[in-house]
C-alpha cells in the first residue's frame, strides 16, 4: 500500500482504490500491520489479484466519518463506482482484517467467477446484510474466516445470493441478529450446489424480523 498512512485516522480512500487499479494482472496488493482508515468505499472494478495482509494487525477500517453510495461495502469487489457493477474473476482475500466500524459492509463482492476468501477476520457490519456479503458468484470458497458483529435490522454474518457451487469451510459466526450464513435468490438466481461444512455459528440474538436467528 505505497502511500497509505496506517495510523487508524488518515483517510486512504484514494490511495487504496490507485494501488488496486495499479496492481498486476496475478499479482498481489499486501497490506501490512497498521490501521488503514477510509471515509467511503473502495470500489474495485477488477479481479485476478490476490490481497493479502501481514496478519490480522493489517486492518482496513470504516473511520468515523464513513459514508456509502448506495450502502456499499468497505472494499466493494465487482463495481467500479457506486451503482456501476463489473464481471470479475480469480480473486483472493487473506490474512488481514477488514473492519466496518458498523457503518458498513467489510466486504463485498458483486458478479465474481473463481475466488477464495480465507483466514479474513470480518467485523462489525452496518444496518444491512451481511459483514462479508456476495451477490452473484461462482466457485467462490470462503473458508476458516472469523466474521462477528452483524447489528443491523437484517445483520447477517455471510450472505450469498445467486451463488453456485460456493463452500463455506470452518468458518466461526458469531454476534449477528439475523442469520449466521445465508444462501438465497430469487426465481431463476438461486443459490445452488451449495458444500457449506464445519461451520461454527453462535450467539445470534435479538433481531425485529420474521427470518432470524437461524445458524444456516
Given amino acids: 500500500l505505497y502511500g497509505a498512512v496506517g495510523d ?29 482508515c477510509v471515509k467511503s468505499p473502495v470500489y474495485i472494478g477488477r479481479g485476478n489479484v490476490t490481497v493479502r495482509g501481514a496478519s490480522w494487525n493489517a486492518i482496513i ?32 482475500i487473506r490474512d488481514l482484517t477488514l473492519d466496518g466500524n458498523s457503518l458498513a459492509k467489510a466486504l463485498e463482492i458483486n458478479t465474481l467467477t473463481t475466488g477464495l476468501i480465507e483466514n479474513v477476520q470480518a467485523l462489525r457490519a452496518g444496518p444491512t446484510h451481511g459483514v462479508i456479503f456476495v451477490t452473484t458468484a461462482t466457485d467462490l470458497t470462503i473458508s476458516h474466516n472469523y466474521v462477528a458483529g ?3 435490522q437484517f445483520g447477517d454474518g455471510i450472505y450469498c445470493q445467486a451463488c453456485t457451487r460456493p463452500k463455506m469451510l470452518a468458518n466461526t459466526v458469531t454476534d449477528v441478529t439475523r442469520i449466521g450464513i445465508v444462501f438465497e435468490g430469487g426465481v431463476g438466481t ?20 420474521s427470518e432470524a436467528n437461524a445458524a444456516i
Fill in 8 to 36: 487508524g485516522s488518515t483517510d486512504n480512500q484514494s490511495v487504496l482504490a490507485t494501488v488496486f487499479r495499479a496492481a498486476q494482472e496475478g499479482g498481489t496488493v499486501w497490506v501490512p500491520a497498521g490501521t488503514f
Fill in 150 to 152: 452483524a447489528l443491523g
Fill in 61 to 92: 477500517k470504516a473511520c468515523a466519518s464513513f459514508t456509502a453510495a448506495s450502502n456499499r461495502g468497505l472494499l466493494a469487489f465487482g463495481y467500479s463506482a457506486a451503482t456501476t457493477g463489473v464481471a470479475i474473476s480469480n480473486l483472493t
Fill in 190 to 209: 438461486e443459490s445452488k450446489h451449495v458444500l457449506a461444512q464445519g461451520n461454527t455459528i453462535f450467539y445470534t440474538h435479538e433481531s425485529s424480523v
